[in-house]
């Protein structure tokens, strides 16, 4: 085979590499930070008006959710 054959063969075979690796590598990381910071619940929301004062009604809870979900 010609030298430029295999030189486009490696740099391919190394791009296929180094993508298994980041992906491997990025999905890790994404859930040591799931585990670290879980996503915000209704117990959170709660936890948190009870904390500033308020007594919050289910319906009040469910607001908040639905506008923390519209942003994500």
Known sequence: MPPLVI???????????????GFMVARHI???QLEEN????EKM????MSGMGRKPSQK?????????NKYR
């Open 7 to 21: 030189d486009i063969l490696q740099v391919c075979f190394g791009l296929i590499v180094g993508l298994i690796i």
């Open 30 to 32: 994404f859930k040591k």
């Open 38 to 41: 879980p996503p915000i619940n």
């Open 45 to 48: 929301i709660e936890a948190m």
């Open 60 to 68: 009040q809870v469910r607001q908040i959710m639905q506008q923390m």
